[in-house]
C-alpha cells in the first residue's frame, strides 16, 4: 500500500479505536442499525418493539456490528470484541427458526458474524451457522433464470422472480461454503448467478441497474426497476458500489476474468460521474438540488476501488483507482465523520434510499465500510467478502 495513505489511515484509526471503544460498551446486547435524534443506536433486538418478520433480528444490516467488532479484534487483540461480537453472532442465530423473514441478504448477516468468526477464532459452532446460511442462501436459487431471488413476498408483491445487484456480496458465503466443504455445489450456483447479473443487470455504459425481474418459470429477463435509486434507467450509487466490489470479489473467489472486466466497466462508469468534491450523491443521475448524499455509498465505492486496484495489472489504472478511493475516504474523514461523544455512529448523511422521507442519517453499514476502507488503506490483508 502507499506509504502516505497507509500514514494516514493509521492516524484516523486511532480516532476510529478510540470511538469503538465506549460505543461498543454501550451497545453489548443490542443488535444497531441507526442513530435516533439523540445519537444512540436503536436495536433490532428490541422484544418491546413490534418488528415486521423481516426488519427484527432478521434486518439485513445485522451482521455489521459484529463485523466492526472483529476487525476491531483483529487488530487490537483485545478480548472484550471477541466477547462483544460472540454475542451478536448468538443474537442473530434465533432468525434461522424465523424462515419466512430471511432473504438473500443471509450472507450480509452471517459473513461479518459467522465467517469471520470461524475464520479468526476457528470456532466450531460459527462454521455450522455460517453453513447453515450459506445452505439457506443457495435454497433460493432459481435454476431455469440462473439467479438468486432476492427476497419472500411481503407486502402482496409477487417476488418469486426478483434479484437484485446487493446479493454480488451475498454470493461471498457460496464461494466460502465451497472452499470450506469442497463441495463445488455453492460456488457453481455463486457462478451462476453472478454472470446472469453480469448479463441482465449491467448497461452498455458500465452502469447497473438495481433489481431485475425474471420470469419464475422460463427465466426469461422481463424488466428492471428502480429500486433505491433515483428513477428508472438512473444509477443508484450504492447499486453501483454493490456492483463494483461484488464483481471484484466474485473475481477473486473464481479467478474469472469476466467478473474482473465487469468490475473495471463498473468502475470506470463510476469514475466519470464522481466530481472534485468526494461526496457522492444518493443517485449519479438525481437532480442537482436537494444535493441528498449517501456516504455509505461512498464507503462501498471506495472499499471497491481499493480491492479492485489490487487485482489489475495495469498501474496507470491501479494508481487511478486507488487515488479515488483515498480521496473519497478522506472526504468523509474530514466532512463526514464524527468521532465525538454526541453520536454513537461514525457516518453521517447516509440515505437508505432516494424517495424515503428521510435523508442523512447514520447507518452502520457505512461506519463497517468506512472502517474496513481505513483497514485496507492501512495495509491490512484481511478479506471478509
Ligand atoms: N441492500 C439494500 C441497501 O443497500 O440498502
Not at 462454521?127 to 433460493?140: E, I, M, V, Y
Not at 422472480?161 to 472452499?179: K, T
Not at 419464475?216 to 435509486?229: D, L, V
Request: hydrophobic share 35%; charged share 30%; proline share 2%.
Amino acid at each position: 500500500m502507499n506509504e502516505k495513505y497507509r500514514e494516514w489511515a493509521e492516524k484516523e484509526l486511532i480516532k476510529v479505536k478510540e470511538k469503538i471503544e465506549w460505543v461498543s460498551d454501550n451497545n453489548k446486547y443490542k443488535l444497531p442499525y441507526t442513530t435516533d435524534e439523540k445519537g444512540v443506536y436503536d436495536n433490532r433486538a428490541d422484544s418491546e418493539k413490534k418488528f415486521r418478520i423481516d426488519d427484527g433480528i432478521n434486518w439485513w444490516t445485522n451482521g455489521f456490528w459484529a463485523g466492526i467488532l472483529w476487525l476491531i479484534y483483529r487488530d487490537t487483540e483485545n478480548p472484550k470484541y471477541r466477547e462483544y461480537a460472540i454475542i451478536q453472532e448468538e443474537m442473530l442465530r434465533p432468525a434461522f427458526n424465523m424462515f419466512y423473514g430471511l432473504h438473500h441478504d443471509v450472507g450480509f448477516m452471517f459473513i461479518p458474524s459467522a465467517v469471520a468468526d470461524y475464520r479468526i477464532t476457528d470456532d466450531a459452532k460459527a462454521r455450522r451457522t455460517a453453513l447453515h446460511a450459506a445452505s439457506l442462501l443457495a435454497g433460493r436459487f432459481n435454476e431455469k433464470g440462473g439467479f438468486i431471488r432476492a427476497w419472500n413476498d411481503l407486502d402482496d408483491c409477487d417476488t418469486r422472480g426478483w434479484a437484485i445487484v446487493d446479493c454480488m456480496f451475498n454470493i461471498s458465503l457460496l464461494f466460502w461454503a465451497s472452499r470450506e466443504t469442497k463441495d463445488p455445489r455453492y460456488a457453481h450456483i455463486a457462478k451462476a448467478h453472478a454472470t446472469t447479473v453480469m448479463n441482465s443487470f449491467v448497461r452498455e455504459n458500465g452502469s447497473v441497474c438495481h433489481i431485475v425481474e425474471f420470469d419464475p418459470e422460463t427465466g426469461k429477463r422481463i424488466k428492471s426497476y428502480c429500486g433505491q435509486g433515483y428513477a428508472h434507467g438512473s444509477s443508484w450509487t450504492r447499486g453501483q458500489g454493490w456492483g463494483l466490489y461484488g464483481f471484484t470479489s466474485a473475481y477473486r473467489n473464481s479467478g474469472d476474468k469476466a467478473y474482473l472486466k465487469t468490475a473495471e466497466r463498473i468502475a470506470d462508469y463510476c469514475l466519470t460521474r464522481i466530481d472534485d468534491s468526494g461526496i457522492i450523491p444518493v443517485d449519479f443521475d438525481q437532480p442537482k438540488e436537494p444535493a441528498y448524499e449517501d456516504s455509505c455509498g461512498a464507503c462501498i465505492i471506495a472499499g471497491g476501488l481499493i480491492d479492485l486496484s489490487e487485482q489489475i495489472e495495469d498501474e496507470k489504472k491501479k494508481k487511478k483507482y486507488l487515488d479515488t478511493a483515498f480521496k473519497i475516504i478522506k472526504t468523509i474523514a474530514e466532512k463526514r465523520a464524527d468521532y465525538s461523544r454526541d453520536c454513537e455512529a461514525i457516518v453521517k448523511n447516509c440515505s437508505a434510499s432516494y424517495h424515503n422521507k428521510k435523508h442523512h442519517e447514520t447507518m452502520v453499514y457505512a461506519d463497517y465500510f468506512y472502517i474496513e476502507a481505513l483497514y485496507k488503506l492501512a495495509g491490512s490483508e484481511f478479506v471478509m467478502w
